[in-house]
């Protein structure tokens, strides 16, 4: 890893010797830039060279000269989607970049479930592989690297979706920018992936963010070290993430948790990743993540579904937030669930009504809303639950009093809100759904979305 950095590092110092202007590897022919924006582009050149950058959308050139430090940025304007284009950097040298898209650029991070690829076998796997051949859907994908301190670069390139690229390249990614073209049509998505597999949430949060917070930090010194990747703060965010800062983004997709199970503040890590990153980029861009699937985590009784409850409990307080659930797309038995069609789909749908505004559809899954109490029953109501059904008449509610021994609970689905109740509760305190690691969801709205696992008391 070491060894890398410093090649690279000799090789742009040798680049910087002879006046070359040098982009770094996100900068590629093929790649997409996020539409109708100011976006940054940046590099390094000799001290003081002047910079001049000519893209073939416009007449207009941009100029800026290098630091003393042989760096430069600046920003340019972008169009409507479309392209291709090239775009000319010019100083003592010339670098031009082709096959350039304007369109919309999400960022998609986290560990296996994000990294999965259809070669690792998916759902029709190779009928997917087949017809996979978008033009206007690109992919960068980050190697996995780790480092102590923060990297200016990523060794990797902008491909186009080909049968071949994309049998390699997240399943979940592909599948969202698929379901954004079948409404946007023939807008470009460029998906920017960097995903590390067994990775725990820490390792993508910025180091200053988990050591100046006490909580994060404990739970950060709690992790049991592995030999498939790195536990220590930053170690990913600082080789993966922190490149890749600046390059104008539509929102990220978050798919990650697994690694996690056992910790008691998944909510506040996953709160301190997305609003670190959004400091970092400088705007509050749409963060929507994948619950993790039920599975059976063995001897640790409960810690997959209080995951689960974090997640949920960080989608209601986050703004600009959302989470999918995949309850019923997904075995107990595998923690890598083959149907990444349905998880790219639904984050995909999340995308085209909060942030683009392209479809009104019921595409959220049901979530509490309010518990109130009456006497020996408890009333919840849930929003996004238009239609909500039960697909077995069995109950998946427990019920407790002030002493937290739960009980099996009766149901009634009344409208919008269930009404639960239990003989041996005679003053309701506390409700939970289903409560366990590898419980499927039985309850589902008319978009046959599921309701996820929660506790929640008054």
Known sequence: MRKINILLFFILLSQISFSNVIMPSVFSDHMVLQQQDDVKIWGWASPHEKITIAP????????????NLASWQIKIKTPKYGGPY???????????????????????????????SASWGIDNGEEEIAKANYDNIRFFTSPKMAANSEQNNIISSWEICTSESMKYASSAAYFFAKKLQQTMKDVPVGLMVSAWGGTPIEIWTPENIIKKDTVLLNAANKLTPVSYGPIKP??????????????????ALWYQGESNVGSDVYDENLAALITSWRKLWGYNFPFYFVQIAPYNYGENHFGGVIIRDAQRKAANQIKNSGMVVISDVSPIDDIHPKDKKAVGFRLANLALKNHYHLINDLVESPSVSELHLDKNKAVISFNHADGLYANSKKSMFEISGDDYVFYPAKMKI???????????????????????NNVQSNLFNKANLPLSSFIIEK
């Open 56 to 67: 073939s959308w416009t007449n207009e050139t941009y100029k800026t000269e290098a630091s």
């Open 414 to 436: 009344k409208n919008n809100t269930i009404i639960i109740s239990s003989k041996k509760v005679k003053y309701p305190k506390s409700i939970r759904f289903a409560w366990g």
């Open 86 to 116: 090239t775009i000319s950097i010019k100083g003592y040298n010339e670098v031009v970049l082709k096959d350039v898209l304007i369109g919309e650029v999400w960022l998609c991070s986290g560990q296996s479930n994000m990294e999965m």
């Open 234 to 251: 930053g170690k990913a965010f600082n080789t993966m993430i922190n490149p890749l800062i600046g390059y104008k983004i539509a929102g």
